[in-house]
Antibody, heavy 120, light 107 residues
Framework: QVQLVQSGTEVKKPGASVKVSCEAT????????IHWLRQAPGQGLEWMGI????????SYAQKFQGRVTMTRDTSTSTVYMELSSLRSEDTAVYYC?????????????WGQGTLVTVSS | DIQMTQSPSSLSASVGDRVTITCRAS??????LNWYQQKSGKAPNLLIY???SLQSGVPSRFSGSGSGTDFTLTITNLQPEDFATYFC?????????FGGGTKVEIK
């Protein structure tokens, strides 16, 4: 079955960067886009961007342009999301998610989430 | 960005009740509307896609309707495991956006 397994909890200081990984199993890695979303404590969900693992194409939410980078490693079926210049407002659970089919944007599979805490 | 407005933000209901949650988009999104259930500390779970299509494995007491700007999620015969937070999401735009959520609590 499809599984997305994310890296563990991170604690960072303001101004630092964080890199979260998402290892995909149970399907052909290059056949599905992967999206990154986040959820601040007690808040709703916020889309950050998308990466196409079959190539190098990415698209980022305007809010994160210049601060976020999404990459992938096909040899390990892993995608990465790096967020730089962290501030306290970036404290959130970060999720990777896979669409139900093709290039739809309804998310059938989710990682377990990675808590990133930004605190001095 | 397309704004998604959900109502109510919370509600109290009893087992066996019928519950209705609404979601309004700031512009027409055709039927590109999805519903998720999220339980505390867990990732969201897709319930309904394309406004009214039931995701595989989801109980038939969940249903969705609507098109354009106004959408509804209905839960009939509410079960104990349905107490959770529900989110709508538009997938019309590549920059998907979510409603603020509706927390369904036990009365």
């Amino acid at each position: 079955q499809v599984q997305l397994v994310q890296s563990g909890t991170e604690v960072k200081k303001p101004g630092a960067s964080v890199k979260v990984s998402c290892e995909a199993t149970g399907y052909t890695f290059t056949s599905s886009h992967i999206h990154w979303l986040r959820q601040a404590p007690g808040q709703g969900l916020e889309w950050m961007g998308i990466i196409n693992p079959s190539g190098v194409s990415t698209s980022y939410a305007q809010k994160f342009q210049g601060r976020v980078t999404m990459t992938r490693d096909t040899s390990t079926s892993t995608v990465y999301m790096e967020l730089s210049s962290l501030r306290s407002e970036d404290t959130a659970v970060y999720y990777c998610a896979r669409p139900r089919v093709g290039d739809t944007r309804d998310f059938e599979n989710w990682g377990q989430g990675t808590l990133v805490t930004v605190s001095s | 960005d397309i704004q998604m407005t959900q109502s109510p933000s919370s509600l109290s209901a009893s087992v066996g009740d019928r519950v209705t949650i609404t979601c309004r988009a700031s512009q027409s999104i055709s039927n590109y509307l999805n519903w998720y259930q999220q339980k505390s500390g867990k990732a969201p779970n897709l319930l309904i896609y394309a406004a009214s299509s039931l995701q595989s494995g989801v109980p038939s007491r969940f249903s969705g309707s609507g098109s354009g700007t106004d959408f509804t999620l209905t839960i009939t015969n509410l079960q104990p495991e349905d107490f959770a937070t529900y989110f709508c999401q538009q997938s019309y735009d590549v920059a998907v956006t979510f409603g603020g959520g509706t927390k369904v609590e036990i009365k």
